[in-house]
């Protein structure tokens, strides 16, 4: 099955600072790659995601790249705010979508004021 | 729509006991999931749906755990019987079919402690 790893497991920046987070997937198959934000104490929740066919997007001020030779695709945040203070998922999932995603261990980020 | 909806939010058992969990999907998504979020596991997928029929249970840990969703509306994982090592917090999610967006909305979770 599908091994998704990811890091780094923990990251601190200043606020203002980019952050980058990586990960790489294992099936070649697999063609989504959401990533979900979880804040203390809430449920994760969809902030982006990417399909192979295509290899960056971005979203004001977070992007994603797609690397499918590597299998590598990351998640960069410019210009962080505390409020950007969360932990975050990556995902891999095949069919689009449309069967199980499996996640990384997360990432939890802290941008110091 | 208010969203997926799980109960209890809060479960506080004594090892042996039998805790179930509910899970309300959001209407007219076909697709439920369980997860189950540890500080050093992080977030595991236990079991998935597909149309009330399950698909993958690969993720559940041991004959202790079982699920049901006996209509599109409502899902149960149950564990009989618990351990300290279950305490958790556990989240349900689902999904709408093709054409829907393959974004998994997932539910405020239920926090279990077993002593």
């Known amino acids: 099955g599908e091994n998704v790893e990811q890091h780094p497991s923990t990251l601190s920046v200043q606020e203002g600072d980019s952050a980058v987070i990586k990960c790489t997937y294992s099936?070649?198959?697999?063609?989504?790659f959401p990533w979900y934000k979880q804040e203390l104490g809430k449920r994760p929740q969809l902030i982006i995601d990417?399909?192979?066919?295509?290899g960056e997007k971005k979203d004001q001020r977070i992007a994603v790249t797609l690397n499918k030779t590597a299998k590598h695709f990351s998640l960069h945040i410019t210009e962080t705010q505390p409020e950007d203070s969360a932990v975050y998922f990556c995902?891999?999932?095949?069919?689009?979508?449309?069967?199980?995603?499996?996640f990384g261990i997360g990432t939890k980020l802290q941008v110091i004021p | 729509d208010a969203g997926v909806i799980q109960s209890p939010r809060h479960e506080v058992t004594e090892m042996g006991q039998e805790v179930t969990l509910r899970c309300k999907p959001i209407s007219g998504h076909n697709s439920l999931f369980w997860y189950r979020q540890t500080m050093m596991r992080g977030l595991e997928l236990l079991i998935y749906?597909?149309?009330?029929?399950?698909?993958?249970d690969s993720g559940m840990p041991e004959d202790r755990f079982s699920a049901k969703m006996p209509n599109a509306s409502f899902s149960t994982l149950k564990i009989q019987p618990s351990e300290p090592r279950d305490s958790a917090v556990y989240f349900c999610a689902s999904r709408g079919g093709q054409g829907m967006g393959n974004e998994q909305f997932f539910g405020p979770g239920t926090r279990l402690t077993v002593l």
């Open positions: 995902a891999a999932s095949i069919n689009g979508g449309y069967q199980k995603v499996t």
């Open positions: 990417i399909r192979s066919n295509v």
């Open positions: 749906f597909n149309n009330n029929v399950p698909i993958d």
């Open positions: 099936d070649s198959a697999s063609n989504y």
